[in-house]
């Protein structure tokens, strides 16, 4: 699975790269998600490593913030994104190719661990999670973004289950290496596409030790305008979670 994972994402690096680049490329969706991960990192994490940076974002956007930032990621072509990026930007942002449930890094390594739109895509989400704890030193804080990408319709009002089918039209445009890659059903066979969230993350990080947990659970509110809905649809429900250790 993981194997399969990986290729889904190099085949992807630049596609993804070109949609997602706005947020540390555009001032006002810059300020939005910096806005978000100030609140959790607050003034005083020095150290901070992004999982499954991809091309970077997370990592740049902190890394402007002042942050000492290190990011890891499986797919050699989204860190050569994640370069590319980090140069244009004038960020020194330290990049690794290393898997999210193994790191190359020692215990309490850390003062934050992030990561966004990562952990969906993990066939273990306990493992990588604890394997997170493992890397945080005592009082530091992990910060998930994720959202419900993959639920199709069940649980959901009528009306994103409206959003939801308009939004696959969309998303077929928009992202058609996405859907391409997705020809044996891998996704449905996620964790994620099976799993009430953010509950079923709040339970991981209960059971792993994290204490302080917090849930933001409707992020959209805070990231998308209407203009945006009309454009792209419903992609899905956004979240926050966060712990300390
Ligand atoms: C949807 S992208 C998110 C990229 C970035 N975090 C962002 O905010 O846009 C998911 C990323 O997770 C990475 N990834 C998936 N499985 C991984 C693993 N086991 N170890 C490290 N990175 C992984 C993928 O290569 C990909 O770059």
């Known amino acids: 699975m993981k194997d399969r994972i990986r290729s889904h994402w190099n085949t992807r690096a630049s596609g993804y790269d070109k949609n997602v680049r706005h947020v540390i490329f555009f001032r006002r969706d810059k300020t939005i998600w910096q806005r978000i991960f100030a609140e959790f990192l607050g003034g005083n994490r020095h150290k901070i490593l992004d999982v499954g940076t991809g091309p ?4 740049n956007l902190i890394s402007d913030m002042g942050y000492d930032v290190t990011g890891i990621d499986a797919s ?13 930007l004038h960020n020194s942002v330290e990049l690794v190719l290393a898997d999210a449930e193994k790191l190359p890094f020692s215990e309490a390594s850390f003062d934050a661990v992030v990561n966004r739109y990562v952990l969906w895509s993990l066939p273990d989400p306990k493992s990588a999670i604890a394997e997170w704890h493992r890397v945080l030193r005592p009082g530091g804080r992990l910060v998930v973004v994720d959202g419900n990408w993959y639920l199709g319709s069940r649980d959901k009002p009528w009306t994103k289950k409206m959003w939801a089918l308009i939004s696959s039209a969309l998303a077929e445009w928009r992202w058609p290496d996405d859907q391409s890659t997705n020809d044996d059903g891998w996704r449905e066979r996620l964790w994620s596409s099976n799993a009430k969230r953010p509950e079923a993350d709040l339970e991981i990080l209960r059971e792993i030790g994290f204490k302080d947990i917090a ?3 409707d992020l959209n509110r805070k990231l998308l305008t209407t203009l945006d809905y009309l454009k792209w649809g419903h992609s899905g429900d956004q979240f926050l979670v966060t712990g300390v250790k």
Do not use: F, P, Y
Not at 56 to 59: F, L, Q, S, Y
């Open 76 to 88: 050699e072509r989204m860190l050569a994104k994640a370069r590319e990026n980090s140069a244009t």
């Open 215 to 217: 849930v933001v659970a």
């Open 56 to 59: 970077g974002i997370v990592a």
